[in-house]
């Protein structure tokens, strides 16, 4: 009860809750992301962001991450090659 009540009163303080008058999310996770003392609660209390922007970021992993396993595939290939020619060599 007293932790939640010093995470309130320090995002209120510390953000722009003395403008509004009120405590935002935004003011509770901007405090859980700057903030070393409450830094374990980053996962618990994300920024928001649009869906929209969500979505392009999965889009934009999901194209970065064929890429890679294209990048991986191609070199194992060029492993198993080398090899093969090491031993016909030989």
Not at 7 to 33: F, I, V
Not at 41 to 58: C, F, N, R
Request: net charge negative; glycine share 6%; hydrophobic share 30%.
């Amino acid at each position: 009860e007293l932790f939640v009540q010093y995470l309130a009163t320090y995002s209120y303080k510390h953000g722009r809750g003395k403008e509004k008058n009120a405590l935002t999310y935004t003011d509770l996770s901007h405090t859980a992301e700057e903030c070393e003392t409450f830094q374990f609660l980053a996962d618990i209390l994300p920024k928001k962001i649009l869906a929209s922007k969500y979505l392009k970021m999965l889009e934009k992993e999901k194209r970065d991450g064929e890429v890679r396993e294209d990048d991986d595939e191609g070199e194992e290939e060029e492993d198993e090659d080398e090899a093969v020619g090491d031993s016909v060599a030989s």
